[in-house]
């Protein structure tokens, strides 16, 4: 077969879908990835040829609006798609997705998919008569996409049912879940979580929906009572969505002594290694959180929300605490338990490692992707090691 993948960024795609491509290609079929990142002719093209996958360029208005440059990328990509003539379609992130639905429509004999790991920005609340009209107008425009699809595939069950309230039933298409992005466990192996300080890390996007004001909050009441016992670290880059975090504020908790800054991560184990506690407490439209997974894997207690996404990854009072959305008052007092109870930090850890290995090893993933897209894959073949993925 010819599966064509087509995404947004391709640091995205080689950090969280590569495995499932080089799996594809091990299986015999032919990949092809469509990118719509411009900056994709360097070192990260000749990654991409290493491993025997064939890399397109179609760009993208990544966050404009402008329906003449849409109408353009869409066209675009039927050419491609007729010039390829695929067996399967792949799509994710939610621009991508919907204008390759559209491009699709007309392409004899390919199965369309749509991966959606997480409904963001355009499902969540709105902020104002702007927002509520612009979100109208795309949703509109995914119920239309989305109406000849042949598969979706989801990461947690709450993405579909959001989908159905909004007028878009995926009516006789046939859905799939998967346990996430997978986590590679060769690049996140675990290893013993530090405990003096004790410190609780936060890596995302900086986003108010994220938690990170109910994270600093509770940081503000805990570093009052323990001082230098306990960090609190926030990572990540700052974001031009609605509910974005602006640098000021941050700042503000950077100069209290609450926070510490440093920026966006790069090395994402590095960053783990320090960490003793990883705490998401997050009300977005997640899909299931690719930091949490890799949190898991080295070996860390998780701190997270009884929310879409989240839940999965942490087994209450075993791996990592649940505490509901928005609650400093439970938030600082699940920190606060391994302040009191530091052994809890290694053996709720071991506990995340075994999470990760039985249910969100990249190789689980990648098998359920491939059963998703109904491409066969034979016992012997799935036991075959995947390269192992970018950590950043």
């Not at 530090?194 to 938690?211: E, V, Y």
């Not at 897209?373 to 034979?378: G, H, K, M, T």
Request: neutral net charge; glycine residues 6%; charged residues 25%.
């Amino acid at each position: 077969m010819h599966v064509v993948i087509v995404c947004d960024l391709l640091s995205t795609f080689l950090r969280f879908r590569l495995p499932i491509a080089v799996r594809l290609r091990d299986l015999g079929h032919k990949v092809t990835l469509i990118t719509s990142d411009p900056d994709s002719t360097s070192q990260r093209f000749s990654e991409l040829a290493g491993v025997g996958i064939d890399l397109e360029v179609i760009v993208m208005n990544r966050t404009g609006m402008n329906p003449f440059r849409d109408l353009q990328y869409a066209f675009s990509l039927r050419k491609a798609f007729r010039r390829l003539q695929p067996d399967r379609i792949l799509a994710y992130q939610a621009k991508c997705a919907t204008w390759t639905a559209i491009a699709a429509r007309p392409i004899p004999d390919a199965k369309v998919a749509i991966l959606f790991p997480g409904l963001g920005y355009l499902f969540s609340p709105s902020v104002g008569f702007k927002s509520d009209l612009l979100k109208f107008a795309v949703r509109k425009l995914c119920r239309f996409a989305y109406s000849t699809i042949d598969i979706a595939i989801f990461q947690n069950d709450e993405d579909r049912k959001t989908l159905a309230e909004h007028g878009i039933a995926l009516e006789g298409v046939e859905i799939h879940r998967v346990n996430g992005s997978g986590v590679d466990l060769r690049v996140f192996p675990p290893s013993v979580p530090p405990n003096q300080p004790i410190r609780f890390s936060m890596a995302t996007r900086l986003l108010s929906d994220k938690g990170i004001r109910e994270f600093a909050e509770a940081a503000r009441q805990l570093k009052s009572v323990y001082g230098a016992e306990v960090e609190f670290v926030v990572a990540g880059k700052f974001d031009r969505a609605p509910s974005a975090i602006q640098k000021q504020e941050l700042q503000a908790w950077v100069d209290e002594g609450i926070i510490e800054y440093p920026g966006l991560v790069d090395d994402m184990q590095e960053f783990l290694l320090a960490t003793s506690v990883f705490v998401l407490p997050s009300y977005y439209m997640e899909g299931t959180p690719r930091s949490i997974l890799e949190a898991l894997s080295v070996g860390r207690p998780v701190i997270t929300t009884d929310h879409r996404g989240c839940r999965e990854t942490v087994d209450d009072g075993v791996n990592g605490f649940l505490i509901p959305t928005k609650s400093v008052t439970e938030l600082a007092k699940a920190m606060e338990t391994y302040l009191k109870q530091p052994e809890l930090l290694i053996q709720m850890g071991k506990m995340s490692r075994q999470l990760a290995e039985s249910k969100y090893d990249v190789r689980i993933v990648a098998s359920q992707m491939i059963q998703a897209l109904a491409i066969r894959e034979s016992t012997q073949e799935s036991q075959t090691d995947l390269p192992a993925a970018s950590a950043t």
